[in-house]
C-alpha cells in the first residue's frame, strides 16, 4: 500500500510565490487581478499537487479559501449606499494585492543578494598553484530552466490526458517500481538522446504509482544535477536533459 509516501519539495515557497508565478505565466496586470481566472488556475495546482500525494503545507489552503471568499465577494452585487452614509466599499482584493506586492519586492531584493553573494565567492585570493582541469571545471548556469511550478504544469496535462485514455487508479496501491530503480532507468532514457526527451514521454504508464514514482525520480535527478529540464518558452512542452 502507498503509506507514507508523501512527498515535500523544497521548491516550493509558498502560496505567494505561486501565485506570482501564475501572474508572471499568464500575463496579468497584478494592480487588477481577475480573482475567477487566478482562483480556477491555483486550485489546478492544487488538485494536481494532491494527486501526486506531495504534502501541501496549510498556507496553500488557506490561500485557497481566502481566493474563493474573495471570487465570491466579487460575486455580489454592489451595494447601494446613502448619501449621509460614509461608508466606501473597498475593493475585496486589496489585501491580498498588497501582500503580492510585498512579496514581490522581498523576493527581487533576495535574489539581487544572492547574486552579488554569488559574484563575492567568485573573487578571493590565494597561492599560486597548478590548476587541473577538474577544478578549472565550473557547472554552468541552464538557462530556461522549468521551475517546480512549471512540471506541475506539465503534470496537469498529463492527468488529463489519462482521463481520455484510461481512469487512473485511485484507490491505495502497491508501488510497483522503487525509486532508485526508476531514477536509473529515466537517466538512461535521458543520456541516449543528445536533444533531450519530451516531458510527457517518460510516463509510459497511466497508474498513479508509476507516475508519482516517475515524478519523484525526476525531481530527485534534477536535485542531485544529473538532469535538467528546459522550458524554452511559456507553455512550450518541457525537455529533460542529461546535465552535461
Known amino acids: 500500500m502507498i503509506e507514507s509516501y508523501h512527498v515535500r519539495i523544497d521548491g516550493f515557497e509558498g502560496p505567494l510565490d505561486l501565485l506570482l508565478h501564475l501572474i508572471k505565466q499568464y500575463e496579468i496586470d497584478i494592480y487588477d487581478i481577475p480573482v475567477a481566472e487566478i482562483t480556477a488556475q491555483y486550485m489546478a495546482y492544487i488538485d494536481t499537487m494532491q494527486k501526486l500525494d506531495l504534502n501541501i503545507a496549510s498556507e496553500y489552503l488557506v490561500m485557497a479559501a481566502t481566493l474563493l471568499a474573495i471570487k465570491s465577494e466579487m460575486l455580489l452585487p454592489n451595494q447601494e449606499i446613502d448619501e449621509d452614509d460614509n461608508y466606501e466599499e473597498g475593493d475585496p482584493r486589496e489585501e491580498l494585492i498588497a ?20 559574484e563575492e565567492k567568485e573573487s578571493f585570493t590565494r597561492s599560486p598553484e597548478k590548476m587541473t582541469e577538474k577544478t578549472n571545471e565550473k557547472q554552468p548556469i541552464k538557462k530556461n530552466a522549468a521551475s517546480i511550478y512549471d512540471m506541475l504544469a506539465a503534470m496537469q496535462n498529463i492527468f488529463n490526458r489519462q482521463k481520455w485514455n484510461r481512469s487512473i487508479t485511485t484507490t491505495v496501491e502497491k508501488i510497483e517500481i522503487p525509486l532508485q530503480q526508476r531514477m536509473d532507468e529515466v537517466l538512461d532514457i535521458v543520456e541516449l538522446s543528445e536533444e533531450g526527451i519530451p516531458f510527457d514521454q517518460l510516463f509510459p504508464y497511466s497508474t498513479k504509482s508509476h507516475i508519482i514514482v516517475t515524478f519523484m525520480a525526476m525531481l530527485e535527478l534534477m536535485k542531485q544535477k544529473l538532469v535538467y529540464c528546459e522550458q524554452k518558452q511559456t507553455f512550450d512542452q518541457l525537455i529533460l536533459h542529461k546535465w552535461r
Not at 101 to 118: D, F, H, N, S
Open 99 to 118: 501582500r503580492l506586492i510585498e512579496y514581490r519586492r522581498y523576493k527581487e531584493a533576495a535574489e539581487q543578494l544572492k547574486e552579488i553573494e554569488g
